[in-house]
């Protein structure tokens, strides 16, 4: 099946410094990738969509500009928390679009100190 | 518009009882349906999906749903849960008629696999 890398898994930071998470389709090539947030015991929350060689579209309330997508490559998007703060501690989960399926990355762990 | 329905926050069954977690959904046009399980701190793992055909899916790990229109449901099951099955599962929906590849999320059920 369709296999999805994300990375680093869990990171810990200091409150104002930036953190880059990557998102990588290993066996396929994904146009299109996607950046869910995910509360404790909660449901996806859709962050953004992210198109290859374009900016992202952003879902209504995310900020852009702290929350930064690149989609440089048919196989890797990134997602960069700029300036951290503590309440953007959360679960950050990646997928990609491939065969009319959305096939997710491990998910990464952020933790703002 | 699309959206999907998981009615029970919680499934609670005995290893080797037969195990269903239910969803509906709505959609404008025809829907694309998945199911994803997933395990703390983890990300989704695909189970299965509908996209045409056959109205009986099987998937991965021996689960299998049914797609039905009359109901609009897409309803996961498995004949005979193990301990192993203990996890969070989502259901999702998306409209064919939609080009945009978005999918929309049930809030998930937790199932317990008791021994």
């Known amino acids: 099946g369709a296999v999805v890398s994300q990375h680093p898994s869990w990171v810990i930071c200091k409150s104002g410094t930036s953190v880059k998470i990557e998102c990588r389709s290993l066996?396929?090539?994904?146009?299109?990738m996607f950046w869910y947030r995910q509360f404790p015991k909660q449901s996806l929350m859709l962050m953004a969509t992210?198109?290859?060689?374009?900016?992202?579209?952003?879902e209504q309330g995310v900020e852009k500009d702290k929350f930064l997508i690149n989609h440089a490559s048919l196989t890797l998007s990134t997602l960069t928390v700029t300036s951290a703060h503590p309440e953007d501690s959360s679960f950050y989960i990646c997928?990609?679009?491939?065969?009319?399926?959305?096939?997710f990355g491990a998910g990464t762990r952020l933790s703002v100190l | 518009a699309q959206s999907v329905a998981q009615p029970e926050d919680q499934v609670n069954v005995a290893e080797g009882n037969p195990l269903t977690v239910k969803c509906t959904y709505s959609?404008?046009?025809?829907?694309?349906l998945f199911w994803y399980v997933q395990y703390p701190n983890r990300g989704l793992q695909f189970l299965l999906k509908y996209i045409t055909g056959d109205n009986l899916v099987k998937g991965s790990y021996g689960f299998e749903a049914e797609f039905n229109k009359s109901q609009t449901s897409f309803h996961l099951k498995k004949p005979s849960a193990l301990v192993s099955d203990s996890a969070l599962y989502f259901c999702a929906v998306r409209d064919d008629g939609t080009n945009d590849y978005k999918l929309s999320f049930g809030a998930g059920t937790t199932v317990t696999v008791r021994a």
């Open positions: 959609v404008s046009g025809n829907p694309y």
């Open positions: 066996d396929f090539q994904a146009t299109t």
């Open positions: 992210s198109n290859e060689g374009s900016k992202a579209t952003y």
């Open positions: 997928s990609a679009s491939g065969e009319r399926t959305q096939y």
